[in-house]
């Protein structure tokens, strides 16, 4: 019933086999992974089904991963994985939603089963599909079992991106183009904000004429006027109107490979405050990109991003950017690498990150950012799309 997955069968191995040596060296035993996107990094598994506990189960001594979930998804797991059908188990329906009974419990009798019920049992405790129900259940199903915290163990294996990989954010790339674009051209002073972000919307979806896009992790944030001044604000029931302020914060997503983009846009003239404010982060995102390169650490890039807006406006207190690439809502952040003080992560080639010196202020705001693949020299920019405070 198989059909194809969408990276290589060596491609999935390579990245089970250094995901078991990180089990191996944080001494764990077996993994259970609840992070839908680290299911799909390890077996290709892609559904919407994060609603309702599921999960792989990783052992050291077992040539594949199991994955488990509700039944009606089994179906999902055969057409999506490379797995066995011995490796893809369904739980009954009494199970879901219960307060009689959880799907760690029969996770559990799945680690009996695997002669695992006793080992050392690693879990993504800091997880947003993971429970406080979830780790009392296994903790009350296996007394035996050691269990420890293995969260991010699949997020730090996925930071460096594989060729296939990296092609995948480069066609994610040629779809926020598009996205950002259509943006632009559908904010006007009249035109209701729903309607814009619906056009936004719709071309995150249909993507390119060569390939389709997929749903974001985040939805298109793009507040304007005041509701610019917060961060992760999207539209009201409201009409833009001549002076508004809009922030573009969007992505394309090419197999649940991400790419995003702010963008500011202002309806008429904007004030010379905004466009001194804006100029300075776009310099210092300028002087930025031209730093990164493999070998420096994610507080040196932050540091130059900090002496490149000593001399302006521009005052950021939270980090200027972040690994970013495969995930699922509601965030497509990798939760690895970030760029502020004290993160002494070295890049190295392979690695995405959101380069995003995003600033609100009491009034307002500004975003400008760049989604970028560091390289064996330097970085390569994944989009091309003018740095610049746009005017409509």
């Known amino acids: 019933m198989n059909e194809k997955p969408f990276f290589s069968l060596d491609e999935y191995r390579a990245r089970l086999a250094a995901?078991?040596?990180?089990?191996?060296?944080?001494?764990?035993?077996?993994?259970?992974?609840?992070d839908p996107a680290n299911l799909n990094y390890l077996t290709g598994y892609d559904g919407w089904s994060f609603y309702v506990h599921q999960g792989l189960l990783v052992a050291l001594d077992r040539d594949e991963p199991v994955w488990f979930g509700r039944m009606q998804d089994a179906n999902g797991a055969r057409l999506t994985t490379w797995l066995s059908d011995d490796s893809i188990r369904g739980y009954a329906d009494h199970y879901v939603q219960s307060n009689l009974r959880h799907p760690m419990e029969f996770a559990a009798d799945l680690l009996r089963e695997l002669s695992a019920d006793k080992r050392r049992l690693g879990v993504e405790k800091d997880n947003y599909y993971f429970t406080g129900a979830a780790l009392e259940s296994l903790t009350r199903s296996l007394p035996q079992a050691t269990i420890l915290d293995a969260n991010l163990l699949v997020n730090w294996v996925r930071l460096v991106k594989s060729p296939a990989e990296v092609a995948c954010l480069r066609q994610a790339a040629r779809i926020v183009e598009k996205v950002m674009a259509k943006a632009v051209e559908v904010i006007e002073a009249g035109v209701r904000e729903g309607d814009a972000a619906g056009e936004v919307v719709k071309a995150q979806l249909s993507g390119t004429e060569e390939f389709t896009g997929d749903y974001a992790a985040i939805m298109p944030i793009m507040p304007s006027g005041i509701r610019t001044s917060a961060a992760h604000l999207s539209w009201i029931d409201r009409r833009y109107e001549t002076g508004d302020l809009v922030l573009l914060e969007l992505a394309g997503n090419r197999r649940r490979y991400h790419a995003p983009l702010s963008r500011t846009l202002v309806i008429g003239q904007p004030p010379a405050e905004l466009e001194d404010l804006g100029q300075g982060v776009i310099d210092g995102l300028n002087e930025t990109l031209a730093f990164i390169r493999p070998g420096v650490t994610g507080e040196e890039v932050e540091a130059c991003w900090r002496r490149a807006i000593s001399g302006s406006k521009v005052v950021k207190e939270s980090r200027m950017g972040y690994a970013f690439g495969l995930?699922?809502?509601?965030?497509?952040?990798?939760?690895?690498?970030?760029?502020?003080?004290?993160?002494?992560?070295?890049l190295k080639p392979g690695m995405a990150i959101h380069v995003m010196p995003g600033v609100w202020l009491e009034r307002f705001g500004f975003e400008c950012?760049?989604?970028?693949?560091?390289?064996?020299?330097?970085?390569?920019?994944?989009?091309?799309?003018?740095?610049?405070?746009?005017?409509?």
């Open 369 to 392: 950012s760049e989604p970028i693949v560091v390289t064996e020299t330097g970085c390569e920019k994944l989009v091309d799309f003018p740095r610049r405070l746009f005017r409509k």
């Open 327 to 346: 995930n699922y809502p509601p965030d497509w952040g990798e939760h690895t690498v970030s760029l502020r003080p004290g993160d002494k992560n070295v």
């Open 19 to 34: 995901v078991k040596e990180s089990m191996h060296r944080a001494g764990t035993e077996v993994l259970l992974v609840t």
